[in-house]
């Protein structure tokens, strides 16, 4: 799952309350250590507290193999604030860049790389306009369906451009955003990072709505369309069990 946070203290908190480790543990465990930090807690106190939460999730988990990253993170706790961002600003100039692309999908492809670049930005100082996400998950999120091959060429494609670059260290396979212009009128505000492809097809005039159930941006369907499928399917579930 890509699931980009733009709020930490609600995700840990959704954690502690739920009990849910989720798909990627370690980053929720470092999640709920920094929430602890924030509200008081010293780091001895939060190992423990950290291990109260893995076994409440799962009674079943080896708590002795978590013993070092449960440790590390405990004393990484005072390192990193949580942040809680609003989202992020695509200027005009970013947005001109993209549209002079040829073709809908390495637009949105583009458009994609610059979110999570300015999304990086807006968690780290220091990021410098890099993306921190696997190929395999950029691609879900532009909503592109593409062969591996695929997938290489157009990023290579963008390569050519100019519109990204890539690491001088050889095994990191991190994208450089190149197109960032900060200077120039705010044109979209994009604060919801599911489906990053399709708003840019709806900004871009295409049929798209947004799910008035769950807000994800979806492909419009049918003329009077309210809800995505996965939400329009339990509504229809729930109107069945009723009657
Ligand atoms: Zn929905």
Not at 64 to 71: L, Y
Request: hydrophobic share 35%.
């Amino acid at each position: 799952m890509t699931n980009i946070v733009l709020n930490e203290k609600a995700c840990a908190e959704y954690a502690l309350e739920n009990l849910i480790l989720g798909s990627k543990p370690t980053e929720t465990l470092g999640r709920v250590a920094r929430y602890y930090y924030s509200i008081g807690y010293k780091k001895k106190e939060i190992g423990s507290l950290l291990e109260d939460f893995m076994l409440k999730c799962d009674p079943t988990i080896n708590i002795v193999k978590w013993q070092g990253v449960i440790d590390k993170l405990a004393n990484m706790s005072d390192k990193y604030a949580l942040f809680d961002i609003a989202g992020i600003s695509i200027t005009q100039s970013e947005m001109e860049k993209i549209q002079a692309i040829e073709g809908k999908m390495l637009q949105r492809l583009m458009f994609t790389m610059l979110c999570l670049a300015k999304y990086g930005n807006e968690i780290s100082p220091t990021n410098n306009n890099w993306v921190n996400k696997k190929d395999k998950d950029i691609f879900t999120l532009s909503n592109i369906t593409a062969t591996l091959k695929r997938q290489s060429l157009m990023i290579n494609d963008l390569w050519t451009l100019g519109y990204v670059g890539y690491s001088r260290v050889v095994d990191n396979i991190n994208l450089n955003v190149k197109i960032v212009d900060n200077d120039s009128p705010e044109v979209l505000f994009v604060s919801d990072f599911r489906n990053l492809g399709n708003q840019y097809m709806r900004y871009c005039g295409e049929k798209f709505i947004e799910c008035q159930s769950c807000g994800k941006v979806v492909r419009q369907n049918k003329n009077v369309q309210k809800y995505c499928t996965e939400c329009a399917t339990e509504i229809n579930r729930q109107k069945t069990l009723e009657k």
